[in-house]
């Protein structure tokens, strides 16, 4: 079995968890408030920010480089949309949820010293953003009536054609240079992403759907 066809199985029911949400739910079904959008990527503003850094102390290490790609960098397309969501002072409205915090924590207490940890958040972020996220791109397109602007996260536009893209980076996991052990502790780190992400949605729907947040 190709590594990436074992980590797509292994990773499936974390996967259906953290798609399962009922925040993203009424989110992409127009049901709440702009606000909520607007505070989710600011979620995922904090949680790039640490992914992305973690990417730039890996550019020079041979086994991480091959998923290194500009057109992938989402924080300046994150800061785009919080400063036409917000305006000027987006940055300061950003309030992370706990679960946000835990998040960044754990990429930046593993994926620095660990390849495999790195590639893994690497893969949850990255290739969700290029399939799952494509139809919630377009769904808050239909919902919120965006065209471009709000929703330059979702949209890729350095990747003209994104199934070879994916392709590529799928052979990328086959042939990365990784003991079974560290192909074990990818799998393992990867499902870890999808429970963080399930998470932040859960303590944005205490806030914006059922009002238990503290």
């Given at each position: 079995?190709?590594?990436?066809?074992?980590?797509?199985?292994?990773?499936?029911?974390?996967?259906?968890?953290?798609?399962?949400?009922?925040?993203?739910?009424?989110?992409?079904?127009?049901?709440?408030?702009?606000?909520?959008?607007?505070?989710?990527?600011?979620?995922?503003?904090?949680?790039?920010?640490?992914?992305?850094?973690?990417?730039?102390?890996?550019?020079?290490?041979?086994v991480v480089r091959p998923f290194l790609d500009e057109a992938l960098l989402r924080v300046p397309?994150?800061?785009?949309?919080l400063r036409f969501l917000s305006g000027p002072g987006w940055l300061d409205q950003i309030d992370p949820v706990p679960a946000t915090l835990d998040y960044t924590h754990r990429i930046r207490d593993v994926a620095y010293s660990s390849n495999a940890a790195f590639i893994a958040h690497h893969y949850i972020r990255y290739m969700g953003d290029l399939s799952g996220g494509q139809i919630i791109r377009r769904a808050l397109e239909r919902a919120y009536g965006f065209t471009h602007d709000g929703v330059r996260f979702y949209r890729f536009d350095a990747i003209p054609k994104v199934k070879p893209f994916k392709d590529a980076y799928r052979r990328s996991l086959d042939s990365a240079p990784l003991t079974p052990a560290?192909?074990?502790?990818?799998?393992?780190?990867?499902?870890?992403?999808?429970?963080l992400n399930a998470a932040i949605f859960a303590d944005l729907e205490a806030v914006f759907l059922t009002g238990s947040a503290n």
């Open positions: 079995m190709a590594f990436h066809t074992r980590l797509k199985s292994e990773t499936s029911a974390a996967h259906r968890a953290a798609e399962e949400s009922p925040f993203v739910d009424a989110l992409v079904s127009g049901h709440l408030p702009l606000d909520a959008y607007t505070q989710m990527l600011g979620q995922l503003h904090l949680v790039y920010l640490s992914l992305e850094d973690a990417g730039a102390a890996h550019r020079d290490n041979p397309e994150l800061e785009k949309d560290e192909r074990d502790a990818l799998v393992a780190e990867a499902i870890s992403s999808f429970s």
